[in-house]
């Protein structure tokens, strides 16, 4: 599908209610969820105008490194139990009912390798939040909470060769070695690929990109 198609539909959505929209985007990880979700954001705030949008990322809610360690879970940054979900699912609860004030939302910093506090804004004029993770659709815990405050959620697929390659690439850009970010594909992506995967029929559509996206210029982003 292309993205002029998937952002008339976000606009339908958004347009058919005078309420608050949020849209969830699930998708293995390196399918592109990030690349499309801002793409959204920043398509949709130009056509509904300044301060309508914003993107609320998952990736906020993964452990500190010092959790990750706590926990035995440093080889494993990614997988289900690496993340805060209740955390997430409460903050999606927030923002679905707008109050006077900002909701800050944390978002995750890939140099320095941790979450970061307050990373992204949801200002009272917001119509349009586009959230995207792994695991939005999974059926248990707090997955089902924070999906009950989706109004639609969407899954975003990839061929399998297409995801690892990318992922391979993001390792390596982040410091990684070559042999280092093999096994991080093998022995975590792809296992958390398998269980995001099936939960691809559980979403409300299926959807893949046709064709590069191309965010507005930073300047003109709400």
Known sequence: MDATTLLRETL????A???????GI??????GKSTLA??????AGERLGPGSTAYVPMDGFHLSNAQLARLGLTGRKGSEPSFDGWGYAALLRRIREPGEGPVYAPGYSRTLH????????VEPSVRLVVTEGNYLAVARGPWLSARACLDALWFLDAP??????RLHGRHTAT????????SRVTDNDRPNGRLVAATR???DRVITVEGPLEPLPRSRRP
Not at 12 to 15: R, S
Not at 160 to 165: F, K, L, N, P, S
């Open 160 to 165: 399998d060769a297409v995801r690892e390659e």
């Open 12 to 15: 339908t959505l958004t347009e």
């Open 38 to 43: 801002e793409y959204l954001v920043a398509a």
């Open 17 to 23: 209610t005078t309420g608050r929209v949020i849209l």
């Open 114 to 121: 941790e979450p970061v506090a307050a990373l992204h804004v």
């Open 201 to 203: 029929d559980a979403c």
């Open 175 to 182: 410091g990684s070695g070559p042999e280092l970010a093999r």
């Open 26 to 31: 699930a998708g293995a990880p390196g399918a």
